[in-house]
């Protein structure tokens, strides 16, 4: 009886870490957020890096570990996902990273609909004058694409649920 208890146990705490883990697909939206965050900021040289980062965070994803749903997600997504981060991983130029980072959002939003990225929301922002969306972990609004010239231009247009 001892023996049932402790296997008892070991599989709730099991189960319990399990679930409060980052899912598979979350180090991709992590180095999406500091690519965003960079690009707030206007640093070219922080978004190129953390742009690398995302390129390898989507090239060493362990698909093994990713629930068939989001795999499929991923798989049809990923090469887009890929380009703009390679391109904007490769350039100093503000503006270019600028515009690989609304088809990279556009391709983020749609995995972040489709597959599991996170235990919290993720706030999906919308930008009037540049009539691009953006992910955020964050209720605030801090614009990317233009940085410190208008950094809260946008709202939030949708709010994704764990």
């Keep these: 009886m ?26 991709i939206l992590t180095s999406y957020y500091n690519l965003k965050d960079a690009l707030v900021n206007s640093d070219a040289k922080a978004s190129a ?3 690398g980062e995302l390129l390898k965070a989507i090239n060493t994803i362990d698909m093994s570990a990713i629930p ?10 990923k090469d887009k996902l890929a380009f703009d981060s390679r391109h904007i991983s490769e350039s100093t130029d503000i503006h270019h990273q600028r ?3 609304t088809s990279l959002s556009a391709n983020m939003a749609s ?37 410190s010239s208008m950094p809260t231009c946008g709202k ?3 709010t994704l649920k764990p």
């Design 156 to 158: 939030i247009s949708a």
């Design 49 to 51: 890096a953390a742009s």
């Design 68 to 77: 068939a749903k989001d795999h499929m997600a991923f798989m049809s997504l």
């Design 111 to 147: 995995l972040a609909k489709q597959a599991h990225l996170s235990q919290q929301p993720i706030y999906e922002d919308y930008c009037p004058m540049k009539k691009a969306y953006w992910l955020s972990s964050d209720a605030a609004i801090k614009n990317p694409y233009f940085g």
């Design 2 to 27: 001892k023996q049932f208890i402790a296997l008892v146990a070991l599989f709730a705490t099991t189960n319990v870490h399990a679930y409060a883990q980052q899912p598979v697909l979350g180090s």
């Design 99 to 101: 515009e690989h980072f």
